[in-house]
């Protein structure tokens, strides 16, 4: 009985004296073997019962007992040194981390968006407040001068300084030169270079507005695993004790900027949901139409009614000449057609639907960060839905919920530069962590990474966000540092000859749904 609209369903289930509830009527339809279904669903209730419940039908079906995942459980305190431990009541342990779950299998023979048995009901889009801040798009005014750069790191101390001021008392470098021999000492810094002594200890330069001051730490300090996570120009603060001669400070302590632990997220005032998905990639040959299709029904089911928001985190297409050989690898190859397959793809998942969407590396604008929004011509191309295009990095709230938005280009070099237990491809989430600790969502310049010089740094994390979305490194990951929710949203395309190559093997098909109203994640599985 594949493709049976919801009337046939009611129709079967009252000759068997049975009523059933919307979300029963939606799930049976959506079945693989919709008879089958019904016949298991009868023989299963309850002798007194005369209706069947969307719950009831949930346990029959296989694959289809929705477990939401709360946030993740605490990791040990050696896997993660900077995470908090779990306080009583909370569900959320910071510093944990998720593997990919499949929660709950989108259907694979659904009903379809034109079916009158789909069960979505439009919802009052007066009832949504969205808001989009730190956005680059038309505030862009770097000319690539020495200057401008100088401006921008400037720009990134003052700011980051400013949340460590209240840990330490500052002097600045050259205050501290002209400090005597065993004085306490406390500065704040940028990082300007990192490197081993003979001896195995680590030598730290850090630099601020008045010159540069080298701080040792020894290899026998418990703080001497936190050099293993400073990166190259990331803001930090030491406070440790002038050496004899006073040219060099023996470091005690070393402070982060981080999401202060008394951080308490932000939650909608009623029950509604987002869908964070990002790297659709559209005209590769390993764009997953099917699972995309699969997840635009389910979105039109009753099951995804609270579904009001759905947020696309870059890579809509999957570009051209992005890397070696990439035009073998394309089923479209010209790049305004594949934003156009991509605007029909759109126009798959329900009208009603608030939809925001920030570029990445693949799509059709600078490479340097901030990226600026789609341009005019990208914009009319995308005008399915009148979605929101914004940039990337932007912080998106929605109902009150402070959702930051960054594609992810500087978690390439977070996990090349950061211990394999500290970052990892299968672990996203934890180099997600040390961008919040940094208060940066792209720390470290000069690498592959690109970093567009503006008049203010556009990457500084000011204000901590309840939610933090990004993707590029096409794996699923989520979890909870410091009550912020972290979520890596995998992609919407199968391995590539060249991610084989480079040892990617991807998350295909999810789409982690976040509850606004208590940032409970479950991660949907549509392949």
């Not at 009985?1 to 049976?4: A, V």
């Not at 997600?432 to 470290?444: D, E, F, G, I, N």
């Given at each position: 009985?594949?493709?049976?609209t919801?009337?046939?369903?009611?129709?079967?289930?009252?000759?068997?004296?049975y009523n059933?509830?919307?979300?029963?009527?939606t799930?049976?339809?959506g079945?693989s073997?919709?008879a089958g279904?019904?016949?298991?669903?009868?023989?299963?209730?309850?002798?007194?019962?005369?209706?069947?419940?969307?719950?009831?039908v949930?346990?029959l079906l296989?694959?289809?007992a929705?477990?939401?995942?709360r946030?993740?459980?605490?990791?040990?305190?050696?896997?993660?040194?900077?995470?908090?431990?779990?306080?009583?009541g909370d569900?959320?342990?910071?510093?944990?981390?998720?593997?990919?779950?499949?929660?709950?299998?989108g259907?694979?023979?659904g009903?379809?968006p034109?079916?009158?048995?789909?069960?979505?009901?439009?919802?009052?889009p007066?009832?949504?407040?969205?808001?989009?801040?730190?956005d680059?798009?038309?505030q862009?005014?770097?000319?690539g001068?020495?200057?401008?750069f100088?401006t921008v790191?400037?720009?990134?101390?003052?700011?980051?300084?400013?949340?460590?001021?209240?840990?330490?008392?500052?002097?600045?470098?050259?205050?501290?030169?002209?400090m005597?021999?065993?004085?306490?000492?406390?500065?704040i810094?940028?990082v300007?270079d990192?490197?081993?002594?003979?001896?195995?200890?680590?030598?730290?330069?850090?630099?601020?507005?008045?010159?540069?001051?080298?701080?040792l730490?020894m290899?026998?300090?418990?703080?001497a695993?936190l050099?293993?996570?400073?990166?190259y120009d990331?803001v930090?603060?030491?406070?440790g004790t002038?050496?004899?001669d006073?040219?060099?400070?023996?470091?005690?302590?070393?402070?982060?900027?981080d999401?202060?632990?008394?951080h308490?997220?932000?939650?909608?005032?009623?029950?509604?949901?987002?869908?964070?998905?990002?790297?659709v990639?559209?005209?590769?040959?390993?764009?997953?139409a099917?699972?995309w299709s699969?997840?635009?029904?389910?979105?039109?089911?009753?099951?995804a009614?609270?579904?009001?928001?759905?947020?696309i985190a870059?890579?809509?297409?999957?570009?051209?000449g992005?890397?070696?050989d990439?035009?073998?690898?394309?089923?479209?190859?010209?790049?305004?057609?594949?934003?156009?397959?991509?605007?029909?793809?759109?126009k798959?998942?329900?009208g009603d639907?608030?939809?925001?969407?920030?570029?990445?590396?693949h799509d059709?604008?600078?490479?340097?960060?901030?990226q600026?929004?789609?341009?005019?011509?990208?914009?009319?191309?995308?005008s399915?839905h009148?979605?929101?295009?914004?940039?990337?990095?932007?912080?998106?709230?929605?109902?009150?919920?402070?959702?930051?938005m960054?594609?992810?280009?500087?978690?390439?070099e977070?996990?090349?530069?950061?211990?394999?237990?500290?970052?990892s491809?299968?672990?996203?989430?934890?180099a997600?962590?040390?961008?919040?600790?940094?208060?940066?969502?792209?720390?470290?310049y000069?690498g592959k990474?690109?970093?567009a010089?503006?008049?203010?740094?556009?990457?500084?994390i000011?204000?901590?966000?309840?939610?933090?979305?990004?993707?590029?490194?096409?794996k699923?990951?989520?979890?909870?540092?410091h009550?912020?929710?972290?979520?890596?949203s995998?992609?919407?395309?199968?391995?590539?000859?060249?991610q084989?190559?480079?040892?990617?093997d991807?998350?295909?098909?999810y789409?982690?749904?976040?509850d606004?109203?208590?940032?409970?994640v479950?991660?949907?599985?549509?392949?």
């Open positions: 009985m594949p493709g049976e919801d009337r046939r369903i009611i129709t079967e289930l009252a000759a068997r004296g059933a509830d919307r979300e029963a009527v799930l049976l339809a079945a073997d919709p279904a019904i016949e298991r669903a009868v023989e299963a209730a309850p002798d007194d019962a005369f209706k069947i419940s969307g719950e009831h949930r346990t296989d694959g289809e929705r477990e939401p995942v946030k993740a459980e605490p990791e040990s305190p050696s896997a993660d040194p900077f995470a908090s431990p779990a306080e009583p569900e959320a342990a910071d510093g944990g981390s998720a593997a990919p779950h499949e929660t709950k299998d259907p694979a023979d009903p379809t034109n079916d009158p048995g789909a069960g979505r009901v439009p919802t009052d007066e009832k949504r407040l969205v808001e989009i801040l730190g680059i798009t038309g862009s005014t770097g000319t001068e020495y200057e401008d100088v790191f400037r720009d990134r101390y003052e700011r980051l300084a400013g949340k460590l001021r209240g840990r330490v008392n500052h002097r600045p470098a050259d205050a501290i030169q002209d005597p021999g065993g004085s306490d000492a406390e500065m810094g940028m300007n990192i490197r081993s002594t003979a001896s195995g200890h680590w030598l730290v330069e850090l630099e601020d507005t008045t010159g540069v001051f080298p701080c730490v290899k026998d300090r418990e703080i695993d050099v293993n996570e400073l990166v990331e930090i603060a030491v406070r002038l050496a004899d006073a040219g060099i400070l023996f470091t005690d302590e070393i402070f982060f900027p999401v202060p632990r008394t308490e997220p932000s939650t909608a005032d009623r029950h509604v949901q987002a869908a964070l998905i990002s790297d990639h559209v005209g590769s040959q390993e764009f997953a099917d699972a699969r997840f635009a029904d389910w979105l039109h089911t009753a099951e009614q609270h579904v009001e928001y759905l947020l870059g890579d809509m297409v999957e570009g051209v992005v890397y070696p990439q035009d073998e690898e394309l089923s479209i190859v010209d790049i305004y057609e594949q934003y156009e397959a991509f605007a029909e793809y759109l798959e998942v329900p639907l608030e939809i925001i969407m920030i570029p990445g590396n059709a604008v600078r490479l340097a960060e901030p600026p929004a789609f341009d005019e011509e990208l914009r009319r191309i995308m399915a009148d979605a929101r295009l914004t940039g990337n990095p932007s912080i998106v709230t929605l109902e009150g919920v402070s959702v930051l960054y594609h992810g280009m500087s978690l390439d977070m996990i090349a530069d950061l211990p394999e237990g500290k970052a491809y299968d672990d996203p989430q934890k997600m962590y040390h961008l919040l600790k940094k208060r940066h969502v792209a720390p470290k000069g990474m690109r970093i010089p503006e008049e203010r740094d556009y990457l500084v000011d204000e901590v966000p309840d939610v933090f979305h990004t993707g590029h490194v096409h699923l990951g989520f979890g909870n540092y009550r912020v929710t972290a979520i890596n995998g992609c919407w395309q199968d391995q590539t000859a060249f084989k190559s480079v040892n990617i991807p998350d295909v098909g789409a982690p749904i976040v606004l109203d208590t940032l409970d479950t991660a949907r599985k549509f392949t």
